[in-house]
């Protein structure tokens, strides 16, 4: 009798959990959402964010704030991230960034595939191979064969160490043979900004950092370093038809939150969120940012982040760069 008893208040306080839950997740968002994304204003990781925020905000009448943490290659956005409170009102920009730095650093104070809990991919952004013109370089054969004759003397620009762009330099390297000098920057635009000014050479980055560069003569497109040739510059050719297959470097984005923050508010962000991403506002947006949505469910996200974590891995140990 003392057993029945027990389990009921047991079933009790169970049922009364999940109606409070519940109860939290129709009435979420109730005030401000921030966002934590750790790269600087400009960044591609920057840009996405802040399309989506005002979406979302529209959708769920509250207002989505970005809030910019970079550095350490987007480890001190993601270890303040992971040690938020689990209420559903400090979300998380997890990105490629994240997987590879759980497999160049071996000592991190947080597990990426543990301490966050995945919404939904939202987009994905190519990366292309990009020259300053006075390089005087119109393909990736004429940088193979500059870089040849000028051994250490070309330097490329990256948005930060063990990041896909230096992963994509540091294998252009190694399978081509040459010997470019690293150039790590806190971010995307600040490597930009050096590269137009001619301080470096090349750089691998997101197309939509530097696509009105490219469009005013500003940089030169040599190759997309991604499966397929994007719409927005069709005339680029891939890594692999330039027979380098493996520096496919293509940069995703997805919302997360906390672990434990509670299921129904991250139901709700899911939905919202795949919904938008098949809406014409959200879908023109982006593509004419040079961004392809994705979405998914939670569980296609956590699929794919262990995909890319056994890809990001071998490319660490292939381009030789250093763990941490």
Not at 10 to 23: D, I, Q, R, T
Not at 75 to 82: D, F, G, K, P, Q
Not at 83 to 88: F, S, V, Y
Request: hydrophobic share 45%.
């Amino acid at each position: 009798m003392k057993n029945l008893v027990r389990y009921g208040a047991y079933a009790l306080a169970l049922l009364v959990c999940v109606g409070a839950a519940a109860s939290r997740a129709q009435d979420y968002p109730a005030r401000p959402v921030r966002i934590i994304v750790g790269f600087p204003p400009g960044a591609a990781g920057d840009l996405i964010s802040r399309a989506l925020s005002a979406h979302l905000g529209n959708s769920l009448g509250q207002q989505f704030v970005v809030e910019n943490r970079p550095g350490a290659s987007s480890n001190i956005a993601t270890e303040y991230a992971a040690r938020a409170p689990k209420d559903g009102y400090t979300l998380f920009l997890g990105t490629v960034a994240n997987v590879v730095n759980a497999a160049a650093w071996s000592k991190l104070s947080f597990d990426f595939s543990k301490d966050f809990a995945p919404i939904a991919l939202a987009a994905t952004v190519p990366v292309v191979l990009v020259a300053h013109p006075s390089l005087g370089v119109n393909s990736v054969k004429e940088l193979i064969a500059l870089a040849k004759s000028k051994p250490g003397q070309l330097n490329f620009a990256s948005s930060g160490i063990a990041t896909t762009p230096h992963l994509a330099g540091a294998l252009l390297s190694v399978r081509a043979g040459i010997k470019l000098v690293h150039v790590p920057y806190q971010g995307s635009s600040p490597a930009v900004t050096d590269l137009l000014a001619g301080r470096t050479q090349i750089m691998f980055s997101p197309v939509s950092v530097v696509l009105p560069h490219i469009r005013a003569g500003k940089l030169k497109a040599l190759a997309w370093a991604a499966p397929k040739r994007s719409s927005v510059l069709p005339d680029v050719p891939t890594v692999a038809e330039v027979g380098l297959p493996e520096l496919d470097a293509s940069i995703w984005f997805g919302l997360m939150a906390p672990t434990g923050t509670p299921q129904p508010i991250l139901d709700k962000l899911s939905t919202t969120l795949n919904k938008l991403l098949k809406s014409e506002a959200v879908l023109s947006q982006i593509k004419k940012m040079g961004y392809e949505p994705l979405g998914g469910t939670p569980d296609d996200f956590t699929r794919y982040v262990a995909s890319e974590l056994r890809k990001w891995t071998a490319a660490v140990e292939a381009a030789g760069v250093q763990r941490k």
